[in-house]
């Protein structure tokens, strides 16, 4: 079975400032792995996806993620943080083609609050 | 292009009722799943829909129960409501033979049970 642990519930940060969410994984297979965004009342947004290849991904909205198998985390960092960026942000992982269930397993989730 | 689509937005019922959820998949998606999300927490996975059949389940009660039907769209329904039940669902679509597909979520139904 896969889990996700986000390190942090909630992170406050100022306006224009650098953020990074922190996301931990553990699986006995290989995964991939997804950083979804919900805004309040509404459902999830992908935000980006390690597949494969390239441990840095880029994603919408300025966010990146560095993908570090060696310690199992998949951080979500983004260089300048905008008030509309406020909103909750989960880290998923997935079992990859041949691994078996398709399912997403979510962590609990990080409540970014961009302060002006 | 339409996204995952959900219907109702919100839906009140009372403990012992039962509950009807639908969901339309993104255009060329052929599978469907359904999480739980109860506040405060992660999405949980109900089940996964695909060629009308129940494919994967997660870790819940034979209450809930689904259906896909051949357009691809799809039902979750909860028996014997309990307060516990009160949650956001999410219906999220995928197309199964690209492998790395990525799911795409719909808005969600808030149910509260009182």
């Known amino acids: 079975a896969q889990s996700v642990t986000q390190l942090d519930s909630q992170v406050p940060v100022f306006e224009e400032a650098p953020v990074e969410l922190r996301c931990n994984y553990s699986s006995s297979v290989s995964v991939y792995l997804f950083w979804y965004v919900q805004y309040p009342n509404q459902g999830l947004q992908l935000l980006l996806k390690y597949l494969s290849g390239s441990t840095l991904v880029k994603g919408i909205n300025g966010f990146e993620a560095e993908f570090n198998k060696s310690q199992t985390s998949f951080h979500l960092r983004k260089p300048s943080v905008h008030i509309s960026d406020t909103a909750e942000y989960f880290c998923?992982?997935?079992?990859?083609?041949?691994?078996?269930?398709?399912?997403?397993?979510f962590g609990k989730g990080t409540k970014l609050s961009v302060i002006p | 292009d339409a996204g995952v689509t959900q219907s109702p937005t919100h839906l009140i019922k009372t403990r012992g009722q039962q509950v009807t959820l639908r969901c339309s998949p993104k255009s060329g998606h052929d599978t469907v799943s359904w999480y739980q999300q109860a506040l405060g927490q992660g999405p949980q996975f109900i089940f996964q829909y695909y060629e009308e059949e129940e494919r994967q389940r997660g870790n819940f009660p034979d209450r809930f129960s689904g259906h896909q039907f051949p357009n691809y769209s799809s039902e979750l329904n909860v028996n014997a409501l309990l307060l516990g039940d009160s949650a956001l669902y999410l219906c999220?679509?995928?197309?199964?033979?690209?492998?790395?597909?990525?799911?795409?979520f719909g808005p969600g139904t808030r149910l509260t049970v009182l």
């Open positions: 999220a679509s995928n197309f199964l033979r690209a492998s790395t597909d990525t799911q795409y």
């Open positions: 998923a992982v997935r079992r990859t083609p041949g691994a078996g269930s398709y399912q997403l397993t």
